[in-house]
């Protein structure tokens, strides 16, 4: 059991969610978090390929920014409110999806490994809160 699930088990409000899938979100926003903001950087390190490059480095920020807000949302389980979270799960999840296509699409056509790493990583957060979300609506 991994800390992430250890912490939610034992909160004394977590009850009506599932522990194992609010975890496996949070880590995966956290994680896709981070790797967005890596790509972006990857992606202003391209010098020759730079201007190709703008809407990915845009994405990038916004599905970062995007899935800090959904982790920090979802760290407040017991306090915080299921619609507001299916909010924050969708935008998560929109985010997630656009910048995948976009960085899909540069680790394909141009070859970008960055880019690729960056679209496995949103497509993996996508999934989770895609769980997550199924989880509050039933």
């Given at each position: 059991?991994?800390?992430?699930?250890?912490?939610?088990?034992?909160?004394?409000?977590?009850?009506?969610?599932?522990a194992?899938?609010?975890?496996?979100?949070l880590?995966?926003?956290?994680?896709?978090?981070?790797?967005c903001?890596?790509?972006?950087?990857?992606?202003?390190s391209?010098d020759?390929?730079?201007?190709?490059?703008?809407?990915?480095?845009?994405?990038?920020?916004?599905?970062?920014?995007?899935?800090h807000?959904?982790?920090?949302?979802?760290?407040?389980?017991?306090?915080?409110?299921?619609?507001?979270?299916r909010?924050?799960?969708?935008?998560c999840?929109?985010?997630?999806?656009?910048c995948?296509?976009?960085?899909?699409?540069?680790?394909?056509?141009?070859?970008?490994?960055?880019?690729?790493v960056?679209?496995?990583?949103?497509?993996r957060?996508?999934?989770?809160?895609?769980?997550?979300?199924?989880?509050?609506?039933a």
């Amino acid at each position: 059991m991994d800390t992430l699930t250890r912490m939610l088990s034992t909160h004394p409000k977590v009850g009506a969610l599932n522990a194992d899938l609010l975890a496996a979100c949070l880590q995966a926003c956290l994680e896709c978090e981070a790797i967005c903001a890596l790509c972006a950087d990857a992606c202003l390190s391209e010098d020759e390929h730079l201007h190709h490059l703008t809407r990915c480095i845009s994405l990038n920020t916004q599905c970062a920014a995007v899935c800090h807000a959904a982790a920090s949302v979802l760290s407040t389980p017991g306090q915080g409110d299921h619609q507001l979270m299916r909010a924050q799960l969708q935008a998560c999840l929109s985010a997630c999806r656009a910048c995948a296509e976009e960085c899909e699409a540069h680790a394909r056509d141009m070859g970008m490994a960055h880019c690729g790493v960056c679209a496995e990583s949103c497509r993996r957060c996508e999934q989770a809160c895609q769980a997550l979300l199924g989880s509050l609506s039933a």
